[in-house]
């Protein structure tokens, strides 16, 4: 079993108004075990916050970075902790 960590990430680009949000959710779910949340951010980022099982979090930046996310992706950072829960499921804010 993959340890469980907390990644923070910050994708830059063309990500709101595109449905990046719901998609990103969608991703998370679909990968199964992670909590956490997508939120647009007033300077034009998402920022996602996702716990679970590390090679979960890793699979889901792989995403963030690829060419399957809506709108364009222009770069990503990213951040890791150790989880602080709280969450019920993956949420769009």
């Known amino acids: 079993m993959s340890e469980e960590v907390r990644m923070v990430a910050w994708v830059r680009g063309r990500?709101?108004?595109v449905g990046f949000r719901w998609f990103t959710r969608a991703r998370a779910l679909e990968l199964g075990s992670l909590s956490g949340f997508?939120?647009?951010?007033?300077?034009g980022r998402v920022q996602v916050v996702a716990e679970g099982p590390?090679?979960?979090c890793?699979?889901?930046?792989e995403w963030l970075?690829?060419?399957d996310t809506p709108g364009r992706v222009?770069?990503?950072?990213?951040i890791w902790d150790t989880p602080r829960?709280?969450?019920?499921?993956f949420a769009v804010r």
């Open 65 to 67: 970075r690829g060419d």
């Open 38 to 43: 997508a939120l647009n951010l007033d300077d």
């Open 54 to 56: 590390q090679d979960r």
């Open 15 to 17: 990500v709101q108004g």
């Open 58 to 61: 890793d699979a889901l930046l």
């Open 85 to 89: 829960g709280g969450y019920d499921g």
């Open 74 to 78: 222009d770069g990503v950072t990213e």
